[in-house]
Antibody, heavy 117, light 105 residues
Framework: EVQLVESGGGLVQPGRSLKLSCAASGFTFSNYYMAWVRQAPKKGLEWVATISTSGSRTYYPDSVKGRFTISRDNAKSSLYLQMNSLKSEDTATYYC??????????WGQGTLVTVSS | IQLTQSPSLLSASVGDRVTLSCKGSQNINNYLAWYQQKLGEAPKLLIYKTNSLQTGIPSRFSGSGSGTDYTLTISSLHSEDLATYYCYQYNNGLTFGSGTKLEIK
C-alpha cells in the first residue's frame, strides 16, 4: 500500500524559512517522480513542485520559483521541500503526491504551514 | 491554461444523476483528470485522461469531453459523494479548477 506521510509544518514568520519532509513507503520510491501540491485555507489546489527520479530535474510554477526547492533522498525514500522567503500567501496545507505520468495518483494527508507574524 | 468549473455549488438528492462541468481557456487535448475531496481529507483521484476510471473508484463516476469542455457525471448520487470536486489539466502546465461543492439535499 502506497503511504506518504508529511511532516515539518508549523507557524513561521514572514521572510523566514521552513523545510517540509515526506516519508514514502509501499513502493519503489526511486522509480517515481514526486511532487508537492498545496491548498490555501478554504481555497483550491495549486501545484508547487515536481522532481525527477534522480533529482536532476526540478519544475516549479512562477509563484514559488526561486524561493522553494524540492529535493529527494532515494536511500531514505524521502522527499523534501525547502521554503525560503515565506509570504503570508504561502499559508496552506502542503501535500506530498506521487504522480502517474502527469496526474497525481497518490496523496499524503498534508501538513499545515502558517506564515504569520 | 485556466480551468473554470460550474456550478460552484450544486445541491442534489440521493439517486439523482449529477453533471459537473469544467471548461479550459485553451484546448486540453483530453489531458484532464477529476479529483474528489471530502472535508478534512486529501484529494482522491477519480478519473484521468478524460474518461479512465481510477482503480477502486465506483462505476457510477464517469468522465467525458474533448477540446476545451469536459464533464464529470455521477449516474446515481450516493450520500457519501458529498464533497468538493476539482478538475485538473496537464496538457500545458499543471492547473486545477476552482472546484464544485456538491451538497446532498
Amino acid at each position: 500500500e502506497v503511504q506518504l506521510v508529511e511532516s515539518g509544518g508549523g507557524l513561521v514568520q514572514p521572510g523566514r524559512s521552513l523545510k517540509l519532509s515526506c516519508a514514502a513507503s509501499g513502493f519503489t520510491f526511486s522509480n517515481y517522480y514526486m511532487a508537492w501540491v498545496r491548498q490555501a485555507p478554504k481555497k483550491g489546489l495549486e501545484w508547487v513542485a515536481t522532481i525527477s527520479t534522480s533529482g536532476s530535474r526540478t519544475y516549479y510554477p512562477d509563484s514559488v520559483k526561486g524561493r522553494f526547492t524540492i529535493s529527494r533522498d532515494n536511500a531514505k525514500s524521502s522527499l523534501y521541500l525547502q521554503m525560503n522567503s515565506l509570504k503570508s500567501e504561502d499559508t496552506a496545507t502542503y501535500y506530498c503526491a506521487r504522480p502517474s505520468y502527469n496526474w497525481f495518483a497518490y496523496w499524503g494527508q498534508g501538513t499545515l504551514v502558517t506564515v504569520s507574524s | 491554461i485556466q480551468l473554470t468549473q460550474s456550478p460552484s455549488l450544486l445541491s442534489a438528492s440521493v439517486g439523482d444523476r449529477v453533471t459537473l462541468s469544467c471548461k479550459g481557456s485553451q484546448n486540453i487535448n483530453n489531458y484532464l483528470a477529476w479529483y474528489q475531496q471530502k472535508l478534512g481529507e486529501a484529494p482522491k483521484l477519480l478519473i484521468y485522461k478524460t474518461n479512465s476510471l481510477q482503480t477502486g473508484i465506483p462505476s457510477r463516476f464517469s468522465g467525458s469531453g474533448s477540446g476545451t469542455d469536459y464533464t464529470l457525471t455521477i449516474s446515481s448520487l450516493h450520500s457519501e459523494d458529498l464533497a468538493t470536486y476539482y478538475c485538473y489539466q496537464y496538457n500545458n502546465g499543471l492547473t486545477f479548477g476552482s472546484g464544485t461543492k456538491l451538497e446532498i439535499k
